[in-house]
Every structure is written in C-alpha cells, then in structure tokens.
C-alpha cells in the first residue's frame, strides 16, 4: 500500500541553525500539507501546497518557514532560524483533492537546543 | 480560528466494551475524519466522513458526520487491547485544512 515517507526520523539542531523537513507524498496525490505536533498535544495544520503554491497557511507558518516541491516527488519544509519552541514532531501528509482524505507520513521529530 | 472540542479526554474500559467518543464545533466542516495515533508514529486514518448524515463503518468501527456539519462521533464496538492509543478528530474544510481535536485516550484493560 502506498505510503508517505518522511526523512529524517529525528533531527537535532542547535538554536538559530536552518533545518531542512524532507517528506515523499504519496504518488498520485496532488495536495500536500504539513502539520506539527508538540509533545503532548494536538495536532496543529501549519500550510496547504497545491499547484506548487500556497493554498493556505496558519499562523505558526511565519517568515521562518518556507515550502518547496523542487522535483516531481519531494515536498519540503524549511525552518531559517529554528528557535527552542519550534521542537515537535513536524508531519506531511497528502491527498489526492482538497477535500479528501490525507494520509500522514510518519514524522520528523525535531529537537532545538 | 476554528475549534473543535473532543470528549472524553481519556477512558479507560474493560476489553469487550463498547466505546463512543465525539466532536463537536461552532463551525461547520465540509469533511470529517477520524484518525489513531500510537506514541512516537503519525496518525493513521481510519474512517473518512463526506456527507451531513452519512454513517460509516469499518470493521468495529462506526463513525457518523453530524447533519448539522458541526459534530461527529465514533464508536468502536469489543474493545480488544490493540484498540489503545489516542484518536483524534479532524475537520477539514475545502482548501483541505484540517482542524483537529484535543484526542481522546483510550486504555483498554484486558
């Protein structure tokens, strides 16, 4: 069955360095999101990506962070300037259409220090 | 923004017990979902909701999408102790958004 895949599992980082999120949709899908969770809590949409723009955003998804689909298969999330209170797990997810159903990668635990 | 309230917070059952959660919203939602998390994974999606009123199963699993569009539930019947781990509703609106609830922790002692 297809899959989202995201890489890496788990990423640490010092205060103030870029990191790069890297997530593989599911093939056929059009849609791609990415969602964060911090420890404990819900999960919180942070952008919607279709037609290789933003369709729309919250807002936790500030200056810092940016979405890039730069091939055919990768979709990623970069953080500029991570800051102690971007430590999460970071989801993508993909749909086939807007309003259907998203399918979760496995996530990318990030950890500031 | 948009928020839903998710309840119960958590329960704890006897396996073989029958177990219903629910959402509710002041807004309305185009999609409703329903989705397990098991510590350190992601969400798995297990029923998808499209239509006011329509009731779904899969498996032990049965979800309805209120008529209102502002409330879902979901039960699962014979709990067994795979059953554990926390489920979330998400209600998602056209440009695909999803909001989720606070989750529901569900225990199920064998």
């Known amino acids: 069955e297809p899959e989202v895949t995201q890489t890496p599992s788990h990423q640490v980082t010092q205060m103030g360095q870029e990191v790069i999120l890297r997530c593989v949709p599911i093939?056929?899908?059009?849609?791609f999101y990415w969602y964060r969770q911090i420890l404990g809590q819900k999960v919180e949409f942070l952008v919607s990506?279709?037609?290789?723009?933003?369709?729309?955003k919250s807002e936790i998804f500030d200056d810092q962070f940016s979405v890039e689909r730069p091939d055919g298969s990768n979709f990623t999330l970069k953080i500029r300037s991570t800051k102690l209170e971007d430590s999460a797990m970071y989801f993508c997810?993909?749909?086939?259409?807007?309003?259907?159903?998203?399918?979760f990668g496995p996530g990318t635990r990030l950890t500031v220090t | 923004g948009q928020q839903l309230n998710q309840s119960p917070q958590s329960m704890f059952i006897q396996e073989g017990e029958d177990v219903s959660m629910n959402c509710t919203s002041s807004?309305?939602?185009?999609?409703w979902l329903w989705y397990k998390q098991d510590p350190g994974e992601g969400p798995v999606l297990l029923i998808a909701?499209?239509?006011?009123?329509e009731l779904t199963s899969n498996g032990r699993l049965t979800a309805q999408f209120g008529i209102t569009r502002k409330d879902s539930f979901l039960n699962i019947s014979a709990s067994i102790p795979s059953d554990v781990g926390i489920y979330f509703c998400?209600?998602?609106?056209?440009?695909?958004?999803?909001?989720f609830g606070d989750g529901t922790t569900l225990t199920v002692k064998p």
């Open positions: 997810a993909s749909s086939e259409q807007g309003t259907y159903s998203q399918y």
């Open positions: 093939s056929n899908h059009l849609y």
């Open positions: 990506f279709y037609n290789n723009e933003i369709s729309e």
């Open positions: 807004s309305i939602f185009n999609t």
């Open positions: 909701l499209y239509k006011a009123g």
């Open positions: 998400a209600g998602q609106t056209n440009a695909g958004k999803s909001t």
